[in-house]
Each structure stands twice: as C-alpha cells, then as structure tokens.
C-alpha cells in the first residue's frame, strides 16, 4: 500500500490565524518554494507536506435611504507559511509541484468567486448574497482539493498528477480575467 505522500488544509474560515500572520497572495509570476514552509511537521504522520490555504473575502456597502446603492468586494487567495510544512529529508520537486497545485485550486476558485461577484446586481439582499457564494465556493473548493488528493494519491500517480496540472492550468487561463493581481 502506498504511503499517503501529501495532504490538504484548505482554510476555510481563517478566524483562527492571528491579525499579524504572515500570508503569501497568489501570484502568476511566483512559485513556492520549500522555505514557504516554516510550520513544524506533524509528528507520526505518513504525509510529506501540508498546505495550508485559503480564499479572504470582505466586502462594504454604500446605502442612502437605507437602500444599498453600491458595493465593494476584495477576494484574495492566501497561502499560510506558518501553518504549512514539509518533511526535509523527503521533499522534491515533484511534491512541491504537487503542493504549488493545491495553491492554484484555491486561486481558481478565488477566480469563480470574482466572477460569480460580478454577475450580481446591487440589491438590499446583496450582503446576504454575499454571504452565500462565499459559503458555496468554499464549499467546492473543499470537495475539488480531496478529489485533487484522491485522484492523484497525493501526487504518487505521476499520469494523473500530469493532467489535474492541465486541467486547473487551462481552467486559470479561462478565468484569466478574473485573476488575482498580488
């Protein structure tokens, strides 16, 4: 049986990191490295590495009348150095290559999220709308990231982890208008 090599933490809810964690925003032009990985491995686990991700969302309104008349959305994919890590004496670049994956998934739904934001109309339900694609984007991006896993076995099964990096490269550059500009 195969060791499970890597593993997934796709931060949903950031409310547990600290005002003054450092974070990584995506970007095109920059890959992570093993020095990203600044978090202690987990003891007795068969993984190699962790990556920890995640979409931020906020937004503010404007209102007259008490009618909302615009509003303003930042959605920003993070990566979290200090809760990511990574065994030294078994990392490669493949398993990088494999880790860098899981941080584009999340820019890729970021990049949903962009552009499920632009098709909404302004509204008095529009914090609420919010809200809920908020929910449902983390929610598929959850379910892509351990069929990510799964599929590739953590990145064991070279041929499939060939074709998820086709896969969500083709699926940036369809959304290319809609990515992040960190």
């Known amino acids: 049986m195969f060791l499970k090599i890597i593993s997934i933490i796709s931060l949903l809810c950031v409310g547990f ?32 590495a962790l990556t920890a991700s995640g979409i931020t969302f906020g937004f503010s309104v404007n209102e007259t009348d008490n009618q909302i008349v615009d509003f303003k959305t930042e959605v920003t994919a993070h990566f979290y150095p200090d809760k990511s890590w990574y065994v030294k004496a078994r990392g490669t670049d493949h398993i990088l290559g494999h880790e860098q994956l899981h941080f584009d998934i ?12 632009d098709q ?51 699926e940036l550059s369809n959304l290319d208008d809609y990515k992040s500009k960190g």
């Open 106 to 117: 999340t820019e890729l739904h970021a990049r949903k999220f962009r552009e499920q934001i």
């Open 120 to 170: 909404l109309k302004v509204n008095n339900r529009i914090k609420a709308q919010l809200r809920s694609l908020h929910q449902t984007i983390n929610k598929e991006m959850a379910v892509m990231q351990a069929k990510y896993d799964l599929e590739t076995d953590h990145s064991i099964n070279k041929v499939l982890q060939s074709q998820w990096n086709d896969v969500i490269r083709q």
């Open 17 to 48: 990191l600290m005002p003054n964690d450092e974070v990584i925003i995506w970007n095109e032009n920059v890959k992570l490295n093993w020095n990203d990985f600044r978090a202690a491995p987990t003891e007795n686990r068969s993984e190699v």
